[in-house]
């Protein structure tokens, strides 16, 4: 089981990797999707704990499910 700061690092990191795969600059994603700068790189940073909701905003401003940001989970984790 992942401990709460390595599940916001590595949520954070995929949130991340997608973003620059869209060739998008953080102002740009914000933008898109109606949040702030800070909030957005706090998580991306694992600064935060963010929501459910806030995934399905994310993940559907970069056009992907949002079990793209929760690719590192496996079965019993």
């Known amino acids: 089981m992942y401990t709460k700061n390595t599940f916001q690092t590595l949520l954070g990191k995929n ?9 998008m600059t953080i102002e740009e994603l914000a933008h898109e999707a109606n949040m702030t700068y800070s909030q957005i790189s706090r998580i991306e940073l694992g600064k935060i704990n963010t ?3 806030t995934l399905h905003v994310l993940s559907r401003t ?3 499910t949002p079990m793209e940001f929760l690719d590192f989970l496996e079965p019993g984790n």
């Open 15 to 23: 949130v991340r990797r997608v973003r620059i795969s869209r060739n």
């Open 51 to 53: 929501s459910a909701y």
């Open 62 to 64: 970069l056009d992907v």
